[in-house]
């Protein structure tokens, strides 16, 4: 007993020491550090001891934050029950899912295929201006798309003008102010504004593939169509399953930008989703409390999904992303 | 043999050539229409079909805007939240990328999970805004810089990047008695003006672009961004109010009575020109950053 505390005592003394001097050692990476750990526990960390805020009956007025806020009613699971059972649960759910499983089927493909087609093209100047062109839409602001989608859909607008001339309508077509078309524009200006940009990753893995492979392919009849499915995509298919898991593990992020800007007052029904929602009673009607309640749902659900998703692909796949 | 996949590759080009056009038209044409109908007569703009070309061309409704004091001012707000933003950002994060570059920090571990954990979770809208309002930076220019001061996708970024470097520059440098502050400016910094050049583009892309912030966080009409006046214009078009913004917009500047429309156009154009212009230029370093980001992921 005596020997044993001797070495014990002595060791919980070094790693002290050590601590002392490591820490003067590291002073100057420690300083380095000192603003992102600022940043964080303020605009990061701060905020999640502030969802507290979902389980009390939080009153705006003029106090302190935090004194008010310790100082509310604690009502528990109230304002998620309250969420649930209210009816909109169903819709807000429906159309967060429905908007990003469409984007999902809509916008996930495309870039595989314009990758495709681009790396089929030889003529370098007209693969560099489509390129160019394409990947221009992911660098604007939604405000600005949203500006293009409306400019677009309205009821003189181009494409209303497209389908008069090819007699598929012969009046013009509000798409902005009926719900029923709402998921599918979202989808589309999704799918508009990021498949040229998507489509860099798959052009980058397109240019790792052995060209001795098409070669083979040749030899051994194959047209280009063939090379296609038979040599590109196959060497594609990691990186589509890595970039699919990632993309799942957003579907509970719809996007507030394009469901807050292209969302009007006539297709609420189907554009609101979780961000416009908690948005909606927490900034426009000081449900603050509520929000912050829908609010967490929402984080809490995303983060089981991503874990979930994670876990699941390190299983299927070997690689996880985190 | 041969000549039937002759002809059946010719019919692919085609096909492929086809699809490219029609990509190249839809991502382009949106852009170029905004154009025409902001520099077309705004009277005979409400006639509509105006698609390829200005039918009755003028510069009036970019006038309007340069006249206009509350337009003027958010240009300038938001100049200048992406020149003070974008290097204090690119700084911050450069610095916590090399501090987290080195494993033999103390707490390396904790410190990279408390950042990474921000990325997959937070406080969410109501308690991020409510702290904004407890620290005062409600309708303050701040407000733009600090709460999105530090990216940690970005970092991850310029971390991966400084590990790539020859670890015998810093040991060289040690031993000339350099401490990592000495080290960090004179080695690292220069060393990644490449990645930080990346990011930096990213940063001040998100500067120019965002009105959310704005929208949410400032109530003063002197501290809107370009975007957010902008959401206002959309927001008014598309609700149809009597009397739109766009259209006080027009009328304020008495000279030229200007239509909604056409200022809504060129005010777009206005938010959109910047990028198109630096677009060119950037466009080598933005595909290289996502191929680093690829490679991490």
Known sequence: METAVQPIRQKSATPARTIKRRLIEQRYLLLMLLPALIWAALFAYLPMVGLYMAFVNYQPSLGDFWNQLFHSEFVGMYWFDYFFNNGDFYIIMRNTLASTLLTLLVSFPAPIIIAIALNEVKNAFFKRTVQTVSYLPHFISWVIAANIIVTVLSSDGIVNKLLQWLHITDQSILFLQEGKYFWWIVAIGNTWKEMGYSSIIYLAAISSINLELYEAAKVDGAGRFKQIIYVTLPHLKPTIVILLILSLGGVLNAGFDQHFLLGNGMTQEYSDVLSTYSFRYGLQNSMFSYASAVGLFNSVVAFLIIVIVNFSSKKLNNQSLF | ?297
């Not at chain 2, 109530?219 to 961004?225: A, G, M, R």
């Open chain 2, 1 to 297: 043999m041969l000549g039937k996949s002759n002809v059946s590759d010719k019919l692919f080009d085609l096909m492929n050539y086809t699809l490219l056009c029609l990509i190249f038209v839809v991502t382009f044409y949106p852009f170029w229409n905004i154009l025409v109908v902001s520099l077309n007569d705004a009277t005979d703009a409400v006639r509509g079909g105006l698609y390829l070309w200005p039918r009755d061309f003028t510069l009036a409704s970019y006038k309007s805007i340069f006249r206009n004091q509350e337009l003027l001012g958010s240009i300038n707000v938001t100049v200048l939240r992406t020149v003070i933003g974008t290097p204090l950002s690119v700084l911050a994060i450069c610095m916590m990328a090399y501090s987290l570059s080195k494993r033999e920090l103390i707490a390396w571990r904790f410190f990279t999970l408390f950042f990474i954990f921000t990325m997959y979770f937070g406080g969410g809208l109501i308690p991020t805004y409510m702290i904004i309002k407890s620290l005062g930076l409600i309708d303050s220019f701040w407000v733009y810089i600090f709460p999105g001061l530090i990216g940690v996708f970005l970092m991850i970024l310029v971390r991966t990047f400084i590990e790539q470097l020859p670890p015998e520059l810093e040991e060289s440098a040690k031993i000339d008695g350099a401490n990592e502050l000495e080290i960090f400016i004179r080695l690292i910094l220069p060393l990644c003006v490449p990645v930080l050049a990346t990011i930096a583009l990213f940063i001040g892309i998100g500067h120019w672009n965002s009105w959310y912030d704005s929208y949410i966080y400032t109530y003063k009409p002197e501290l809107k961004t370009l975007q957010a006046v902008l959401v206002k214009i959309l927001n008014q078009f598309q609700t149809g109010a009597m009397v739109s913004e766009a259209d006080q917009l027009a009328n304020s500047s008495k000279r030229t009575p200007v239509s909604g429309e056409s200022i809504r156009m060129a005010v777009t154009m206005v938010a959109t020109l910047p990028i198109i212009l630096v677009y060119p230029f950037i466009q080598r370093f933005f595909v290289k950053g996502m191929m680093m980001g690829a490679i991490k992921s």
